[in-house]
């Protein structure tokens, strides 16, 4: 950590390394983490992943923005989203409604119903719930396989776009609240993202998302092992440059929090022994072997929950 690469072009190209902070283009970077891996492809997306290289890590000088030397380009992205192996994110399904139940109530907290799209829907489990907490619901999903469970899900309660947020084209100042989850570390361009989803807001409409912390304890103490170091992130916030973002989106700032997400032990023990945590080879073969492993359970990874409405 702390070695300097001071970098001079603005052009991403695929497998090269990116030539200026995203956030606010600045050139002065330093390694924040060094390389294992980081090829994004197929074996590294993804709950199904076997890979989980995440590649160098860089830091900007300037903000203190992290992110991930690798950027493939857009259609590149969109490509390996689109052909993404939900398997095993679907196994998971039993959490994926608790987590969406925890995200309804902190976003009920600020607003109560009304027009919401979920950008980044994946197969649906958030647009259920607020779909039957009365809310009019949207969903956009690039995968098409995760587009049409959500569909499947939703039974004609709410529209899904299989598509990019940019090929949906949605109407501007058209939604009382739009919901980021899990989605703003896997753009290219974040700033750019988040500015084209407050311009979908109505003025005073509400704006959420929940990202990997990169100043988090777990993040701090698990250091290269942390489980959110990911091929597939390419940007890691934390609270003063992800309200540095939103701010520069023209977003006002009115809450941080953290959520735990739920997933099985048997899926936690899997994933902690992919990073070489101590112990959890063990645990993941033990748990396989009787009921412990498919119970659901509360998990703290080290994220930020954020709110922020539109002026």
Same mark, same amino acid.
């Given at each position: ?7 001079? #072009?603005? *052009?991403? +190209?695929?497998?090269?390394?990116? #030539? ?83 995200? =309804?109530? @902190? ?30 619901? +949207? ?5 098409? +396989? ?23 084209? /949605?109407?501007? #100042?058209?939604?009382?609240?739009? *919901? ?10 974040? /700033? ?22 990169? &100043? &988090? =304890? ?5 250091? &290269? ?47 902690? &022994? ?11 073969? @033990? ?7 498919? @119970? ?16």
């Amino acid at each position: 950590m702390g070695e300097r690469v001071t970098l001079e #072009q603005g *052009t991403v +190209t695929t497998g090269s390394s990116l #030539q200026r902070c995203p956030l606010c283009a600045g050139s002065d970077i330093e390694v924040h983490l060094e390389a294992t891996g980081g090829a994004l492809a197929h074996d590294a997306l993804g709950s199904s992943r076997t890979d989980v290289g995440h590649g160098k890590v860089l830091r900007c000088r300037g903000c203190g923005f992290v992110f991930s030397e690798f950027r493939p380009a857009d259609e590149e992205l969109h490509t390996l989203y689109r052909e993404m192996n939900p398997t095993v994110y679907e196994k998971e399904a039993q959490g994926r409604l608790k987590t969406a139940q925890r995200h =309804l109530k @902190m976003v009920q907290r600020h607003i109560v119903g009304g027009r919401l799209v979920d950008v980044g829907c994946a197969s649906g489990s958030f647009l259920k719930v607020a779909a039957e907490a009365g809310w009019t619901v +949207t969903g956009v999903e690039p995968s098409e +396989t995760l587009a049409n469970y959500a569909k499947k899900l939703l039974d004609g309660r709410g529209d899904v776009h299989c598509a990019t947020l940019q090929q949906a084209k /949605l109407q501007p #100042q058209s939604f009382d609240a739009l *919901t980021l989850f899990d989605v703003l570390e896997h753009v290219t361009d974040p /700033l750019a993202f988040l500015t084209e989803c407050a311009s979908l807001l109505k003025p005073g409409g509400y704006l959420f998302a929940n990202v990997p912390d990169i &100043s &988090s =304890l777990q993040a701090r103490v698990l250091g &290269s092992r942390w489980p959110l170091l990911l091929a597939e992130h390419l940007n890691y916030f934390d609270r003063t440059t992800l309200k540095r973002c939103g701010d520069a989106a023209g977003l006002r700032w009115i809450a941080f929090d953290r959520r735990p997400a739920s997933f099985t032990v048997e899926y936690v023990l899997y994933r902690l &022994s992919q990073h070489g945590i101590p112990g959890s080879s063990l645990g993941h073969r @033990m748990v396989q072997e009787n009921s412990l492993g498919s @119970m659901c359970i509360p998990v703290y990874l080290g994220e930020t929950f954020a709110a922020w409405v539109r002026a």
